[in-house]
Nanobody, 120 residues
Framework: QVQLVESGGGFVQAGGSLRLSCAASGRTLTYVMGWFRQAPGKEREIVAQ????????????TYAPFGQGRFTISRDKAKNTVYLQMNSLKPEDTAVYYC??????????WGQGTQVTVSS
């Protein structure tokens, strides 16, 4: 089992920044974390994903096109925490943001979500 706790959401004006955190705990080891978001009336979509080796070295980071150049996903090995730095935020970034992890091909462990609201 894995427990994920997100934090860092909030209200920000367009052009502002937020950093989301996802702290992981539990006995199951995973090597990938994704950030997702879901806006009202829309499907959940992936924002970014990070993978790392058994030694904790980051192997890859990938981003949805809307996040390229604005969002940065990173991981603190010592804290077992993944971050999503979001800059130049736009009103269309307003959504509930979730982190998730998996041991196989499907994301199976999810956090409770954190609300991000960007005003114009």
């Amino acid at each position: 089992q894995v427990q994920l706790v997100e934090s860092g959401g909030g209200f920000v004006q367009a052009g502002g920044s937020l950093r989301l955190s996802c702290a992981a705990s539990g006995r199951t080891l995973t090597y990938v974390m994704g950030w997702f978001r879901q806006a009202p009336g829309k499907e959940r979509e992936i924002v970014a994903q990070i993978t790392w080796s058994t030694r904790g070295t980051v192997s890859s980071t990938t981003y949805a096109p809307f996040g390229q150049g604005r969002f940065t996903i990173s991981r603190d090995k010592a804290k077992n925490t993944v971050y999503l730095q979001m800059n130049s935020l736009k009103p269309e970034d307003t959504a509930v943001y979730y982190c998730a992890t998996r041991t196989g091909p499907t994301y199976e462990y999810w956090g409770q979500g954190t609300q991000v609201t960007v005003s114009s």
